[in-house]
């Protein structure tokens, strides 16, 4: 007899799920190098335009993150595991990239520093939302 397992919930990460996280936190990872290179020559990160930068993080984080849970179909519950995982490759990546490709965010020690700082930004932003997914998730229940 076949029981049936609709109804089951999912304890941890799918290994699709795992790969999403992996390939999701890369991506934001590589957005944001493209972002600090190019959008530091534009002027983002000068005076209080970093202000700005902040907050579009903040809003691009929330979108990007629904939008990679919707694909890999994540439960809100795992919603911290999933963004943790993310978060932890996108530090990995920005690590071997401080040491081994060091001009990668430009040459310019201000604005490395500025866009390192956003990076930072960047890696505890998406760690609050998933919290508040998850919150609002018990909310719900």
Do not use: C
Not at 30 to 59: E, R
Not at 90 to 108: K, P, Q
Request: aromatic content about 12%; hydrophobic content about 55%; charged content about 15%.
């Amino acid at each position: 007899m076949t029981k049936n397992t609709s109804n089951v919930r999912q304890d941890s990460l799918t290994y699709g799920q795992l790969i999403i996280s992996v390939l999701f936190g890369w991506i934001l990872w590589y957005a944001g190098v493209l972002f600090i290179k190019h959008g530091g020559a534009a002027g983002f990160y000068d005076g209080n335009n970093i202000i700005l930068v902040y907050l579009a993080i903040l809003v691009a984080t929330y979108v990007a993150i629904k939008i990679a849970m919707l694909i890999g179909k994540v439960p809100p519950y795992l919603a911290l595991n999933f963004v943790g995982l993310a978060t932890a490759a996108a530090i990995t990546l920005d690590a071997l990239a401080l040491i081994w490709l060091r001009d990668i965010y430009g040459t310019d020690t201000e604005l490395v520093l500025r866009g390192a700082a956003s990076i930072i930004w960047g890696a505890a932003v998406p760690i609050f939302i998933a919290l508040q997914i998850e919150a609002k998730h018990r909310r719900l229940k």
